[in-house]
């Protein structure tokens, strides 16, 4: 009777630890945090405390640059063993034009010991910024980059054809204040042989085409010799919001009439 009894006991027992740890299985949490790492910065360099460490496997660093004037600086995510010696994880080239603040993230994957914020090369614009972490995991580096930090890949949903006479000049793609204009592709033919002459694809420097262009996303010149079909692909550039707007123009000197087809989107900044 006893050692049945012992025996029922013991098998209560193991029924229960069974059951607590089924009751425990895939119970997780995500830990997060939050802090201002940078208020009205603006001198050539500065450097943050290191953050808290909560195990945090995802980070996030959000900045804004300002002021009264063209600036330029460079942001920088850096983890560390020892505190001592630092590594990049993370960086990007952030500009602001007058009245114009530019803000974007910075983000970097991976669990370090110790992580910081940098600012380097700061010309004198205003830089605030904010570091948020997660314990839940992403990848090492993001699935894009580009000079301002991580991006994911553009997708060009926007289709323009048109025209452009000799000597005249277009405005293509009109601008929006708060947007980019990427553009993908551009197909160009002539309807005749060309003369020598320039063909350019650009960004005017202020508000309305007819003014000296100052950034270039395409510019060939033509000759006698000048296929009539000419694609170029593969991401042809980017045109930035300025101080009015991101504006597409076009203009030619070729002494023949040019036909245009252009893949692009406007993209929220």
Not at 187 to 197: C, E, F, K, Q, Y
Request: charged share 5%; aromatic share 8%; with cysteine.
């Amino acid at each position: 009777m006893k050692k049945s009894l012992k025996v029922a006991l013991l098998a209560l027992i193991a029924s229960a630890v069974i059951l607590l740890t089924a009751q425990n299985a895939g119970n997780t949490g995500t830990a997060t945090y939050a802090t201002t790492v940078f208020t009205n910065v603006s001198t050539a360099s500065a450097t943050s405390a290191v953050f808290r460490n909560i195990g945090q496997s995802a980070h996030y660093l959000t900045y804004c640059m300002g002021g009264i004037g063209n600036f330029t600086a460079t942001m920088f995510l850096e983890e560390s063993f020892d505190a001592v010696t630092w590594v990049t994880i993370g960086s990007a080239n952030i500009s602001s034009q007058t009245l114009l603040a530019q803000c974007s993230v910075l983000q970097a994957g991976g669990y370090y010991q110790n992580v910081r914020a940098r600012i380097a090369n700061n010309s004198g614009g205003t830089i605030n910024a904010w570091y948020q972490a997660t314990s839940g995991p992403i990848s090492f580096a993001p699935s894009g980059m580009n000079t301002t930090g991580a991006s994911a890949p553009i997708t060009c949903d926007q289709q323009i054809t048109g025209t452009l006479a000799s000597g005249a000049i277009t405005q293509i793609v009109a601008g929006v204040l708060t947007q980019y204009i990427a553009v993908c592709s551009i197909t160009v033919s002539l309807d005749g042989a060309a003369g020598a002459g320039i063909v350019e694809f650009y960004e005017p420097p202020s508000l309305g085409c007819n003014t000296i262009p100052t950034t270039s996303i395409l510019a060939f010149d033509t000759t006698a010799n000048t296929p009539q079909l000419s694609t170029f692909g593969s991401g042809v550039g980017t045109i930035a919001k300025g101080i009015v707007s991101a504006q597409l123009c076009g203009n030619q000197t070729t002494g023949v009439t040019l036909r245009y087809s252009i893949s692009y989107a406007q993209i929220q900044s």
